[in-house]
């Protein structure tokens, strides 16, 4: 049986994570940024205990009112040590139960401007390499920070089961109504391009090129229980079965 690898950001606030959880081959846990703390990171780690799944720190710009989905103005220093704080509480608090994080994800504009701006992706690598630990980092194909990480950091390419996307491959703005997909069948038909095919179509119907190591699904998604016990259910009729890298 093939093997996909899916990831998930939790410890959010979402109602859905422990229900999530056993579906998942990853989870990026919000650690301060835009939302989290310490009780729900103890509470999110158990839970990936609980169910075999890897840990990764979900870091963002410090802006819980925005939930870190607008770029924010804010020194480089201040950044830095906002991004390495962050890291740190999740590593913290992983290394008492005696887990290790597997990679470290960016959250909304933070991976959105890693991913354009060579300033944010150079400030974001400065910060992770401060941080001892042997973690990978998740990026996207195509990206800045995936260009500056090489030799530096393991890069885990990812794309995104329930985004659309423009024909640069760039995450279409929230902004639009078409940004994300809510239909559990055209969850499937986009992630299944991407994995068998390399190719996702865009929002303007062109079929483009990508890479992808793993793919994300939100936990805020209304019906994001749904959409991944379906994706769980049709993949395995092709043969798929989500696990770890």
């Given at each position: ?155 885990v390419f990812e794309a995104f089961a329930d985004r659309n996307y423009t024909q640069d491959l760039q995450l279409v703005s929230r902004a639009n109504p078409e940004a994300v997909l809510h239909e559990k069948e055209a ?59």
């Amino acid at each position: 049986m093939k093997k996909i690898h899916i990831n998930c950001d939790l410890g959010e606030g979402a109602a859905f994570d422990a229900q999530l959880m056993p579906f998942l081959s990853a989870c990026n846990i919000a650690c301060g940024g835009h939302a989290g703390d310490e009780e729900s990171i103890r509470r999110t780690i158990a839970l990936a205990i609980a169910n075999n799944v890897e840990v990764g720190a979900h870091p963002s710009y410090p802006d819980r009112e925005n939930f870190g989905r607008k770029s924010l103005e804010i020194s480089a220093e201040d950044l830095k040590a906002s991004i390495k704080s962050q890291v740190k509480l999740l590593q913290k608090i992983a290394g008492e139960r005696g887990v290790k994080l597997t990679h470290v994800k960016p959250h909304g504009s933070l991976y959105n401007d890693a991913a354009k701006e060579e300033k944010i992706a150079q400030l974001v690598l400065d910060s992770l390499s401060d941080i001892e630990g042997d973690f990978s980092l998740y990026a996207p194909f195509g990206s800045v920070i995936s260009r500056l990480a090489k030799g530096k950091f393991k890069v885990v390419f990812e794309a995104f089961a329930d985004r659309n996307y423009t024909q640069d491959l760039q995450l279409v703005s929230r902004a639009n109504p078409e940004a994300v997909l809510h239909e559990k069948e055209a969850v499937f038909r986009h992630i299944f391009s991407m994995y068998s095919e390399g190719k996702i179509k865009a929002i303007n119907d062109e079929e483009i090129y990508i890479k992808a190591d793993t793919f994300c699904l939100h936990s805020d998604t209304k019906n994001s229980v749904e959409i991944l016990k379906f994706l769980d259910l049709k993949l395995q009729e092709n043969n798929i079965k989500i696990a770890k890298l």
